[in-house]
């Protein structure tokens, strides 16, 4: 089994930046793509980032593309989402997952890719 552990969101004014941090234990997930994801209230979980296992390859949803990079420390295993000039639409619970392989393609940007899921972590934006 993996435990995910998101931690790093907080309030913070639009333009501000954040740094999520997620930190598995259990199973390594060196192996394994890893995504974020983010869901505000009243709204479907959506895709925000993903990596490959060796973090040579990356995907982001459009509305966070410049703005968010992801990035991953294999010997920590721990995986980062660091969030700069955000806006008050980036107002969400950002989760954490670790896909169910290794190599990222574009299946990766949906839920029923990813095995393990972080109980998540609020960040607000105010305006």
């Known amino acids: 089994q993996v435990q995910l552990a998101e931690s790093g969101g907080g309030l913070v004014q639009a333009g501000d930046s954040l740094r999520l941090s997620c930190a598995a234990s259990g199973r390594t997930v060196n192996n394994r793509v890893m995504g974020w994801f983010r869901q505000a209230l009243g709204k479907e979980r959506e895709f925000v980032a993903a990596i490959s296992w060796t973090g040579s390859i990356t995907y982001y949803a459009d509305s966070v593309k410049g703005r968010f990079t992801i990035s991953r420390d294999n010997a920590k295993n721990t995986v980062y989402l660091l969030m700069n000039t955000l806006n008050p639409e980036d107002t969400a619970v950002y989760y954490c997952?670790?896909?169910?392989?290794?190599?990222?393609?574009?299946?990766?940007?949906?839920?029923?890719?990813?095995?393990?899921w972080g109980q998540g972590t609020q960040v607000t934006v105010s305006s």
């Open positions: 997952a670790a896909g169910d392989s290794g190599y990222l393609t574009s299946r990766y940007r949906l839920d029923p890719s990813y095995d393990y």
